[in-house]
């Protein structure tokens, strides 16, 4: 069991506001929000919580309250430990009906999951596993173990990066089980405990969680949260990279997830001069690359090279996350030290997997350019209804990517994450794309589902929205409000 202890000024900081006036009794207001931090990763898991007295003074409540709150927790399978003992962060142990949970009620329509930005995959891909099966047994008299990859994948995968004009060849290209496999091999190989990792902020949460199990030391930088300012704050990272000796800068410029932005060509030409010369290695995550919906396409804008410049990438959001094949664009010293490297870790990716991806990478793009009008009609979709049931949100207009990152009235996210669960909802609050409990104004919405999902979606989010303690202004109207 993990020694790891949670602090009482770090609970406290990731709750923030979590009890919402006429939203129940406190008990089963904070019950729910540390479910919250539970289930998205706030709060790692065989951790060790606070005692209950000391909980109570924090939060300026009764010990009776909090010991409600860890028995519920407990009953639920969120918390391990009897009453009097210490309360350890657990997940339940597998599915079933929980008390007062919306699988108990037989008239419910379905929940609806807005956890994840992806879409399903289209019938190309069963197409392309079709055609690997037809070509498997040519690769199998050998081994298996393909270490950096099979060639033809590599070679496919570099063969799109020149025509991003970015010249590479296959020993450049190392594969992996996803983009978020490559960050950790890289990680490994150039993180060590302490040292400075610096991100744009919000960003990916699996990046956070992967830096911070690394031990690296988080060093976020802010993106301009002013209305009509959509870039980056170039000098901010710059300086954070130099400052603090950063082993690594971890950043989605294309686009970033989740506020969908694309960084300029200008900026990119000042971020990489601002940090020549520099230790820094430069790890850009592109696995959103080919989402552009509106403007330019990203792909001309990011083809610039650097020598300590990393590129992830991924077919998880293009084309489907159930094929887990990513990969690393890098110097060829540096895959040959990854290659070397994960064998401690992992052996390679499946080879069928693999020729699968040979076939989706060489359809000439047909595939993807027929799905970014439909993302693009989603997209738009969605911030219409949001426009007509929530007009005191606020949702900017992205480039590109899977979702809207809206922001809120006031610092709700966690509690309407909370209160929409009731509805049959399901929500990744602000929080969790950032550290110390910032975001809490803001809410990322994948427009991935079907239109009438989208429309049931919108609905029960501003039922929610109406009940959460703070935010019934936000929400002037539960019927729908033309806009054209």
Aim: charge should be positive; include cysteine.
């Amino acid at each position: 069991m993990s020694p790891r202890s949670i602090g009482l000024v770090s609970l406290t900081r990731h709750l923030g506001a979590w009890r919402a006036p006429g939203a129940g009794a406190a008990y089963r207001q904070l019950a729910g929000a540390l479910r919250l931090l539970i289930l998205d990763g706030r709060l790692p898991l065989a951790a060790r919580l606070p005692g209950e007295r000391e909980l109570a003074q924090a939060l300026s409540l009764s010990r009776t309250t909090v010991s409600a709150a860890y028995g519920r927790l407990r009953d639920e399978g969120f918390l391990s430990g009897g009453q009097g003992a210490a309360a350890r962060t657990r997940l339940p142990a597998g599915p079933g009906p929980r008390k007062g949970g919306i699988e108990d009620r037989g008239d419910w329509p379905g929940l609806i999951d807005l956890t994840s930005a992806v879409l399903p995959a289209d019938p190309n891909v069963h197409a392309a596993y079709v055609r690997a099966l037809e070509r498997l047994p040519a690769n199998l008299p050998g081994h298996g173990y393909e270490t950096a990859g099979l060639e033809e994948l590599r070679e496919a995968v570099a063969a799109g990066y020149r025509r991003r004009g970015l010249p590479t060849s296959p020993g450049q290209i190392l594969i992996t089980h996803g983009a978020h496999n490559g960050l950790v091999h890289l990680l490994r190989l150039t993180v060590r405990v302490g040292r400075p990792v610096v991100f744009d902020h919000p960003t990916y949460p699996q990046a956070i969680d992967a830096i911070l199990a690394a031990g690296g030391r988080a060093v976020p930088v802010a993106l301009p949260d002013v209305e009509g300012e959509e870039g980056w704050d170039v000098e901010g990272l710059v300086s954070a990279c130099r400052s603090s000796g950063a082993a690594m800068a971890y950043l989605v410029l294309d686009h970033n997830n989740p506020t969908g932005r694309m960084m300029r060509a200008s900026d990119r030409t000042r971020l990489l001069a601002g940090l020549k010369g520099s230790e820094t290695l430069l790890v850009l995550d592109e696995t959103l690359v080919d989402l552009t919906l509106s403007g330019p396409p990203a792909l001309s804008a990011s083809a610039v090279d650097a020598p300590r410049m990393v590129r992830l990438g991924s077919m998880s959001k293009s084309v489907w996350g159930g094929l887990r094949i990513g990969w690393v664009r890098a110097d060829r010293a540096v895959i040959q030290r990854l290659a070397q490297s994960r064998a401690s870790f992992d052996l390679g990716v499946p080879i069928l997997e693999q020729l699968a991806a040979v076939e989706l990478l060489n359809d000439g793009g047909k595939a993807l350019a027929a799905r970014r009008p439909l993302l693009r009609a989603r997209r738009d979709h969605l911030r219409a209804r949001l426009a007509e049931r929530l007009p005191d949100w606020t949702c900017p207009h992205p480039a590109g990517g899977l979702s809207l990152w809206a922001r809120l009235p006031g610092p709700i996210s966690s509690a309407l994450t909370i209160q929409a669960e009731v509805e049959g909802l399901r929500l990744a609050a602000g929080p969790r794309f950032g550290v110390d409990g910032a975001f809490e104004r803001r809410l990322r919405l994948p427009y991935t589902l079907p239109e009438a999902e989208l429309d049931e979606a919108v609905t029960r989010l501003a039922r929610a929205a109406g009940r959460v303690g703070g935010a019934a202004a936000a929400v002037r109207a539960i019927r729908p409000v033309a806009v054209y």
